[in-house]
């Protein structure tokens, strides 16, 4: 079972941006670029292009244009909901493709493990229900290590590789 | 979100076996061929055949070689609990992948993200402890429509595609 690569990167990304310091527009400090942010996620720029580009759209990025510009999490963004955060970042996909281009032949009937399995999609979705993102943040930042290990720049910069259909 | 293909496939060669009738090796329309289950599942053989493979180990299928041969639900197969089973094909991969190739910078610190997901799959499998494979196959017979729609052949014979390494 895996979450798609949108919602993946999207959470580190919100998780980095979340390392920075309390948000806000002012500090640059607390800003990030789409090439810092790939460089961090390990994914190509242009999937986090994508990913910062609807997490703006949904107001929970702000961004700066210019020299010392970038993105960063936007005021109410720590008391977003993650459960519903995370279901919009997956989107309405059925957890197996029961309408695809070739559709399985048991969705012509009521198909009861589709009903079952949708059953237990909603039950992962709703575990991160009342939790904020700002209390993601804070348990991890809570739990980082005081040694000189840094988020910032992970120790393989080589991209990780996203398909762009996942 | 998305099962494995693996499990995606292994669960619907499991309802279109039981759509056969009563478990058991004694009557030859209760089996299928590997090649006919590639085609109620609109998958390639090859990965049919490895699904197979498991569940034939596991002891929830049994084969008979042969002319009029296949594979069929094994005795008890009906009694199999639906969560352990999608555990067992799902294996123990995580929704994301923290430790890849390239892995997360997060991960070196004990990322509360990682421990909310681990919780939501197990919210998912849990979903299916208790309910047993027969049950899903009974609830499946008793949504039949009593028109000419046939689970034995699907519509479009174009094979899924299937990624191996999924």
């Not at 244009?65 to 993650?82: F, I, P, Q």
């Not at 079952?116 to 009342?130: I, K, M, P, R, V």
């Given at each position: ?135 993601l943040i804070d348990r991890n930042a809570a739990g980082a290590p005081t040694g000189p290990v840094s988020v910032g720049m992970p120790t393989t910069p080589a991209p990780r590789t996203y398909?762009?259909?996942?």
């Amino acid at each position: 079972m895996h979450l798609t690569k949108f919602t993946d990167l999207g959470l580190r990304a919100l998780m980095i941006l979340g390392d920075t310091g309390a948000a806000g527009a002012t500090d640059p400090a607390q800003r990030r670029t789409i090439g810092e942010l790939a460089v961090q996620t390990a994914a190509p720029a242009s999937h986090v292009k994508k990913v910062v580009a609807r997490l703006t759209g949904a107001g929970i990025l702000g961004s700066v244009r210019g020299r010392s510009g970038g993105v960063y999490l936007a005021d109410g963004a720590r008391s977003v909901d993650v459960g519903t955060l995370l279901r919009d970042l997956e989107g309405r996909h059925e957890v197996v493709d029961c309408d695809g281009d070739t559709p399985c032949p048991l969705a012509r009937r009521d198909c009861s493990l589709r009903h079952l399995l949708a059953d237990a999609q909603e039950n992962f979705f709703s575990t991160f229900d009342g939790i904020a993102l700002g209390e993601l943040i804070d348990r991890n930042a809570a739990g980082a290590p005081t040694g000189p290990v840094s988020v910032g720049m992970p120790t393989t910069p080589a991209p990780r590789t996203y398909d762009t259909d996942e």
